[in-house]
T-cell receptor, first 115, second 115 residues
Framework: AQTVTQSQPEMSVQEAETVTLSCTYD???????LFWYKQPPSRQMILVIR??????QNATENRFSVNFQKAAKSFSLKISDSQLGDTAMYFC????????????FGQGTELSVKP | GAGVSQSPSNKVTEKGKDVELRCDPI?????LYWYRQRLGQGLEFLIY????????KSGLPSDRFSAERTGESVSTLTIQRTQQEDSAVYLC?????????????FGPGTRLTVT
């Protein structure tokens, strides 16, 4: 069975600085997809970034980038120039096409951006 | 366009009562997912619908849980004889499922409290 582990329950960062959130996963699949979702206090889940496992290039979306290490089964999220609006729970998630795209989530990391 | 909507936003019920939660997916989205999020936890997959195919019910925690979806429209999640451990936020997501695993668009959730 696939599992996703986020080992940092809470993190904090000063505004404008850079922070990295960790995620590891376990699977025997070779083709899969990885995601980072953000959940602010409003409870609305928002996609931050998506990575296809067969692509070696790390995904980037503006201030957000990932470090995808397939052999190590690691998928960390780097947030550059942190903003107060980045304060939220961040969830790492894993999915495969042959399982219908259902996502397996980690336990989350609560990120606080301090002014 | 309109996003995924869920109703009610909050539901308080007495132990032993039945509850019905509703999800309206984004129009045209063929795939619909239900997840459960207990307080301070990640999301747990419950059930998945894809078009007219048989649903994937592998995440339903007990036979007290059931869900229906008619075609590519509204879905309802029913919990019979509610227990206190059913207290959680129930999130619905939809996506236009083609090859690969794509972004799931989440609703705001229904917070269920069983007293």
């Amino acid at each position: 069975a696939q599992t996703v582990t986020q080992s940092q329950p809470e993190m904090s960062v000063q505004e404008a600085e850079t922070v990295t959130l960790s995620c590891t996963y376990d699977t025997s699949e070779s083709n899969y997809y990885l995601f980072w979702y953000k959940q602010p206090p409003s409870r609305q889940m928002i996609l931050v970034i998506r990575q296809e496992a067969y692509k070696q290039q790390n995904a980037t979306e503006n201030r957000f980038s990932v470090n995808f290490q397939k052999a190590a089964k690691s998928f960390s999220l780097k947030i550059s120039d942190s903003q107060l609006g980045d304060t939220a729970m961040y969830f790492c998630a894993f999915g495969t096409w042959d399982q219908g795209g259902k996502l397996i989530f980690g336990q989350g990391t609560e990120l606080s951006v301090k002014p | 366009g309109a996003g995924v909507s869920q109703s009610p936003s909050n539901k308080v019920t007495e132990k032993g009562k039945d509850v019905e939660l509703r999800c309206d997916p984004i129009s045209g989205h063929t795939a619909l997912y239900w997840y459960r999020q207990r307080l301070g936890q990640g999301l747990e997959f419950l059930i998945y619908f894809q078009g007219n195919s048989a649903p994937d019910k592998s995440g339903l925690p007990s036979d007290r849980f059931s869900a229906e979806r008619t075609g590519e429209s509204v879905s309802t999640l029913t919990i019979q004889r509610t227990q206190q451990e059913d207290s959680a936020v129930y999130l619905c997501a939809s996506t236009l499922q083609t090859s690969g695993v794509h972004e799931q668009y989440f609703g705001p959730g229904t917070r269920l409290t069983v007293t």
